[in-house]
């Protein structure tokens, strides 16, 4: 399975109501579904306000990346105490890093090695405060 091509977004029906959902992503007239599989017997209805595509890139733990996640860093070896976080967006040609007044920074393999995913703008809003 390809990375870049998963999704995740938040249940909507049923008793994990507001629990993530990974996989692949469907839509029809019935709304948005994301399951494991291709088919919509193992798909589960999710929130279209909650769905993230996945950047196929990981941070330094291993993680998927996905829209909308917050990742943090320790940018300047000289000061290891002060912690940078940023938003991953799309810009709509690629996948960036948003920084609080900055152009977007285009993301890469390299960025693997730096940012480590820490919640997201959906669950954990305050973090990039």
């Not at 769905?51 to 070896?77: M, P, V, Y």
């Not at 967006?89 to 007044?101: M, P, R, S, V």
């Amino acid at each position: 399975m390809n990375d870049r091509f998963l999704f995740r977004g938040k249940r909507k029906i049923g008793a994990c109501t507001g629990n993530w959902i990974g996989g692949y992503l469907h839509y029809d007239d019935d709304g948005y579904f994301i399951g494991d599989q291709n088919t919509l017997p193992c798909m589960y209805t999710v929130d279209p306000d909650t769905i993230c595509q996945s950047t196929g890139l990981r941070d330094k733990n291993g993680w998927l990346i996905f829209e909308h996640d917050i990742l943090e860093a320790r940018l300047d070896k000289r000061f290891p105490e002060e912690v940078t976080r940023t938003e991953v967006i799309w810009t709509g040609f690629c996948w960036a890093l948003k920084y609080h007044e900055c152009d977007p920074d285009v993301m890469d393999e390299s960025d693997e090695k730096i940012w480590e995913v820490v919640g997201n703008t959906i669950d954990n809003p305050e973090l990039l405060v």
